[in-house]
């Protein structure tokens, strides 16, 4: 019995290792597949950079000599930013990229930016984020000067020319890859440049480019993207949370086996023995009386000699 309890428990854990496995081989898969569908998708939209998304813009308005058209010069715009690219924020649908201005926190920062279309009900916002590309990460930043409205928004972008606002970056702010948004909203929809820096600070230098995966260092620690984990975002929080999955339920049903096998080991033990004496019994008493009415019978002498074949001396 204690064999077939081990085999049976040798089995559930093969198809437990096996099904874990093949979940493992999907997922990664999944993933692949994801990441070269977002492949494609990023060529084709640098492809289409310099276009006009005229889908999100009414029949009536599709002349593209009269869509706003801007350019951001200072901070030094994240390259690949298309200046007539309509409603993909939060960066005019260009990922990330390596920070190329530093400056440090608190610091009066001045930016520029170019109106060659302008638009007559245009407003603007500027924006920090610690560097995590997601909408509810950007903190407003109001100009130092001129009048606010009370979004935060200021009138910009109804002259064709040259413009430009200071604003103060927050003094608790430090990081390799923070991120400025500019946002031009027009008639149109809204237009995205975003600008990726770096704000000096003591906090800074104990993970300074150090950030693994695509995460920023920010206030001294490591703020990681979706899917990762850890004090560099070393780790990929859907595989490691997954086998960790399997590995517990693993340890519960080696738990469980062994309490039902230490429960019941009398029972378990006394039904192998009387298996073990049953069989033991029917090998010895294959045929039970036959060699005691053989030895019992009575040999007749006159039968005997009729049935011999024997010849007669």
Known sequence: MSTKLLLLFLYSFLILSVFSTRILKEENNEEENQENNELEEETEQNEKQEETD????????????NLPHSQVLLPIRRMGTSNMQIGDGPCGGIDKKASNTL??????????????????????????????????NFKLLKPVEGEVN??????????KGFEN????????YECDGCTLQWKWSTS??????????????????KCMGKCLN????????????????????????????????WILL????????????????DKIKSLC????????????????????KKEKQPIDSKNFEENSNFPNI
């Open 103 to 136: 400056t440090t926190k608190g610091a009066t920062i001045n930016f520029i930016w170019e109106i060659m279309v302008p638009e007559n009900s245009g407003n603007c916002t500027v924006k920090i984020s610690n560097g995590l590309q997601n909408e509810e």
């Open 273 to 292: 023995k009387r298996t073990q004496t049953w069989i033991t019994t029917n090998k010895n008493d294959v045929n039970p009386g036959f060699d005691e």
């Open 188 to 205: 149109y929809g809204e237009i995205y440049s975003c600008s990726d820096i770096i704000i000096n600070g003591g906090k800074l230098n």
């Open 165 to 172: 606002k200071d604003f103060i970056l927050p003094d608790d």
């Open 150 to 159: 009370e979004d935060g928004s200021f009138i910009c972008g109804r002259e």
């Open 54 to 65: 005229f889908s999100k813009i009414s029949s009536s308005k599709i002349r593209k000599e």
């Open 214 to 245: 695509g995460g920023t260092c920010f206030n001294g620690e490591c703020l990681c993207v979706n899917g990762f984990s850890g004090e560099f975002c070393e780790n990929e929080k859907d595989k490691s949370s997954l086998t960790w999955l």
């Open 250 to 265: 693993g340890l519960i049903f080696l738990g469980i086996v062994g309490y039902l096998i230490y429960k019941y080991w």
